[in-house]
T-cell receptor
Framework: KQEVTQIPAALSVPEGENLVLNCSFT??????LQWFRQDPGKGLTSLLL?????REQTSGRLNASLDKSSGRSTLYIAASQPGDSATYLC??????????FGPGTRLSVLP | EAQVTQNPRYLITVTGKKLTVTCSQN?????MSWYRQDPGLGLRQIYY???????DKGDVPEGYKVSRKEKRNFPLILESPSPNQTSLYFC???????????FGDGTRLSIL
């Protein structure tokens, strides 16, 4: 059964720092991996989607990488801002077309 | 505006009283899905549908039913709700499973 973990569970950084969030999964039979952002009391917003054949995706200050063989993905956030404060979740789409989410990393960016 | 709409947003009810949470999307998406989010357990998929009349179980389908009679709607049915189904529920849709998902704003259910 697919299991997804995220490290760290929580992170607090001063504004302007570059940071890395980690996601690991146990079964490499995936179609893709997605990173989401969740603000308190809100739904999830898709940030980046990496297909299983890709190594990385970039959007603005965000860069996500995928190493399917080792079961790892990282989300790199450059020049963090207070508006980046949120919970970040990764999710994998298994071959059975079902999604499995990680528990999330709660990020606080301090002004 | 492209959106996924869930109703109700909040509901407090009692054990055993059947309820339905509706989900509708206006993007002509084929893939729709229901999740529940619980503290310490994260998001877990309940059911998903790859197209009309096609539904499959996710990780936690017990106690739930779904139907997909039209492409835009994917209701979640709790035939006999129990307190352990108290949770925050999200509906999501995408053009296909291999594309970014769009999430609704969530439905907070409390079952007493």
């Amino acid at each position: 059964k697919q299991e997804v973990t995220q490290i760290p569970a929580a992170l607090s950084v001063p504004e302007g720092e570059n940071l890395v969030l980690n996601c690991s999964f146990t079964d490499s039979a995936i179609y893709n991996l997605q990173w989401f952002r969740q603000d308190p009391g809100k739904g999830l917003t898709s940030l980046l989607l990496i297909q299983s054949s890709q190594r990385e995706q970039t959007s603005g200050r965000l860069n996500a990488s995928l190493d399917k063989s080792s079961g790892r993905s990282t989300l790199y956030i450059a020049a963090s801002q207070p508006g980046d404060s949120a919970t970040y979740l990764c999710a994998v789409l298994n071959y059975g077309q079902n999604f499995v989410f990680g528990p999330g990393t709660r990020l606080s960016v301090l002004p | 505006e492209a959106q996924v709409t869930q109703n109700p947003r909040y509901l407090i009810t009692v054990t055993g009283k059947k309820l339905t949470v509706t989900c509708s999307q206006n993007m002509n998406h084929e893939y729709m899905s229901w999740y529940r989010q619980d503290p310490g357990l994260g998001l877990r998929q309940i059911y998903y549908s790859m197209n009309v009349e096609v539904t499959d179980k996710g990780d936690v389908p017990e106690g739930y039913k779904v139907s997909r009679k039209e492409k835009r709607n994917f209701p979640l049915i709790l035939e006999s709700p129990s307190p352990n189904q108290t949770s925050l529920y999200f509906c999501a849709s995408s053009p296909g499973g291999n594309q970014p998902q769009h999430f609704g704003d969530g439905t907070r259910l409390s079952i007493l």
